[in-house]
T-cell receptor, first 114, second 116 residues
Framework: AQSVAQPEDQVNVAEGNPLTVKCTYSVSGNPYLFWYVQYPNRGLQFLLK??????LVKGSYGFEAEFNKSQTSFHLKKPSALVSDSALYFC????????????FGPGTRLSVLP | GAGVSQSPSNKVTEKGKDVELRCDPISGHTALYWYRQSLGQGLEFLIYFQGNSAPDKSGLPSDRFSAERTGGSVSTLTIQRTQQEDSAVYLC??????????????FGPGTRLLVL
């Protein structure tokens, strides 16, 4: 079975500082990994994904994530946080060898303080 | 182009009533997903449609929940005899064919259901 963990419910960071939102996963095969962001009263918006190839993936709004197979992690990063980045972030995984379902993590609330 | 749309945006109902939630996927997307998001929680998978294949209903929490997809496009999620624990935001997503597995899901804004 596949699973996703986001070990931090809440991440606080000062504006202009780098931010990291952590994600670890468990799959039986090779993973497809995704990050989504949810702003208040909105649906989820796609940020980036890892399918294959370069372990460092660049996405929307200056975000990037690094796939680390040995640590089964896919942490989301941004070099300089903006107040407007404050939102709920979800990591999701799909196991290439296990059906068609996505499994989402519980979400991490990011607060960027001015 | 147009994204995924859902209606209604908000629904208040009384316990025991039936409700229908609608999802219009992005044109040309053959895969459609329903999720439930309870307050402050992550996404709970409900059901998945892919083209003309039989839907994956493995996430439906009880037989009060059902969904259909007509003509491979619009989908309706029906909750019968609603209970207070059904209160949540119901999200719909669509994607292109999923045989490769890496296709991106695009989400609608959700329907916020409140059962009194």
């Amino acid at each position: 079975a596949q699973s996703v963990a986001q070990p931090e419910d809440q991440v606080n960071v000062a504006e202009g500082n780098p931010l990291t939102v952590k994600c670890t996963y468990s799959v039986s095969g090779n993973p497809y990994l995704f990050w989504y962001v949810q702003y208040p009263n909105r649906g989820l918006q796609f940020l980036l994904k890892y399918i294959t190839g370069d372990n460092l993936v660049k996405g929307s709004y200056g975000f990037e994530a690094e796939f680390n197979k040995s640590q089964t992690s896919f942490h989301l990063k941004k070099p300089s946080a903006l107040v407007s980045d404050s939102a709920l972030y979800f990591c999701a995984v799909r196991d290439m060898n296990y059906g068609q379902n996505f499994v989402f993590g519980p979400g991490t609330r990011l607060s960027v303080l001015p | 182009g147009a994204g995924v749309s859902q209606s209604p945006s908000n629904k208040v109902t009384e316990k025991g009533k039936d409700v229908e939630l609608r999802c219009d996927p992005i044109s040309g997307h053959t895969a459609l997903y329903w999720y439930r998001q309870s307050l402050g929680q992550g996404l709970e998978f409900l059901i998945y449609f892919q083209g003309n294949s039989a839907p994956d209903k493995s996430g439906l929490p009880s037989d009060r929940f059902s969904a259909e997809r007509t003509g491979g496009s619009v989908s309706t999620l029906t909750i019968q005899r609603t209970q207070q624990e059904d209160s949540a935001v119901y999200l719909c997503a669509s994607s292109r064919r999923t045989s490769g597995g890496g296709e991106t899901q695009y989400f609608g804004p959700g329907t916020r259901l409140l059962v009194l």
